[in-house]
């Protein structure tokens, strides 16, 4: 029988995780099978735990569910420990499950693989302090920027964020309203602005000349925020497609061992 795996979330139907992972599957010879999952909003713990007593190998976990997959997995990777928050579960050979975050390596792939832009000593704004921003602020702080300002309409989960990253590298918090007159090299949106075809309010030339766009959301059309870093005249304005790939290729080495080529993936699905 074929190793199973699947991505659970609800809704699922839009998910490009299969695609993903079966382009991963071809591309390395691994003989698995990846699926697809709608999890019930009352019962998502039954149904992992369900999965996996089936035999199942390996789940990636999206929206809504990612902290109650930390929540219930037996033991975390950092990554996870930090943002409170799983993408990734392996069943254990003594049966536990662990969990796992790839959404910050992914980004950080994304970016200083994929796009070759160097992170380390470069002034860094994140927008936003909720799940998606807590899923990579670790992952970028660990790159050593010159200075990493997380910035969100609510200043004061911004200073909460910022307070748990204490120890980890220097990091400051602000609200939206104290960016003017600042200047950064690479401006990441994790807010959910997008969601609504919105951007966060923040000022104009606040990006450094040269200076580079980044949406943690994907879509087939330029996303609002992409729309605003070309406005701006970034360097390279980019979406989170990149991390999607990269951070699915994380997941796939910590279950199979093996890691992948995402250039030719992500080029499969930036074409469809
Ligand atoms: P996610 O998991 O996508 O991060 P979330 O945890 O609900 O979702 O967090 C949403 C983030 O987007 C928050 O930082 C939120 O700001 P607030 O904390 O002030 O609510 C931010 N956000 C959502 N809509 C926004 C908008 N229109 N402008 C600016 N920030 C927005």
């Not at 382009?23 to 039954?46: C, H, M, N, P, S």
């Not at 590298?169 to 104290?178: A, P, Q």
Request: aromatic content about 8%; overall charge negative.
């Amino acid at each position: 029988m074929r190793n199973r795996y699947a991505v659970i979330g609800n809704p699922i139907e839009h998910s490009k995780s299969p695609q993903i992972h079966a382009a991963f599957a071809k591309q390395t010879g691994e003989k698995l099978v990846y699926e697809r999952i709608l999890g019930d909003l009352q019962y998502f713990e039954r149904d992992v735990i369900r999965f996996f007593q089936q035999g199942g190998r390996g789940l990636n976990v999206t929206v809504p569910f990612k902290v109650r997959a930390w929540q219930l997995a037996d033991m975390l990777g950092r990554e996870a420990q930090f943002a409170e928050a799983v993408n990734t579960l392996l069943r254990m050979p003594d049966g536990s499950l662990r969990g796992e975050n790839t959404d910050g390596i992914g980004l950080v792939r994304d970016l200083t693989i994929n796009h070759h832009c160097l992170l380390n000593g470069s002034r860094i704004l994140l927008l936003g302090a909720g799940g998606a921003a807590k899923g990579v602020a670790a992952s970028l702080l660990e790159q050593e920027p010159a200075q990493l300002l997380i910035a969100n309409r609510t200043s004061s989960s911004a200073q909460q964020l910022v307070q748990r990253l204490a120890g980890q590298g220097s990091v400051e918090w602000g609200g939206l309203e104290d960016l003017e007159g600042r200047q950064f090299d690479l401006i990441i949106n994790a807010t959910a602005a997008g969601l609504n075809a919105e951007i966060p309010a923040i000022p104009d030339g606040i990006l450094a000349p040269g200076g580079w766009v980044y949406d943690l959301m994907y879509s087939s059309e330029p996303t609002a925020f992409v729309t605003w870093g070309r406005s701006q005249r970034a360097a390279k304005s980019l979406d989170g497609l990149g991390m999607l790939v990269e951070q699915a290729a994380e997941s796939f080495f910590l279950w199979r061992g093996v890691r992948p080529e995402t250039a030719p993936v992500i080029a499969i699905l930036s074409a469809a």
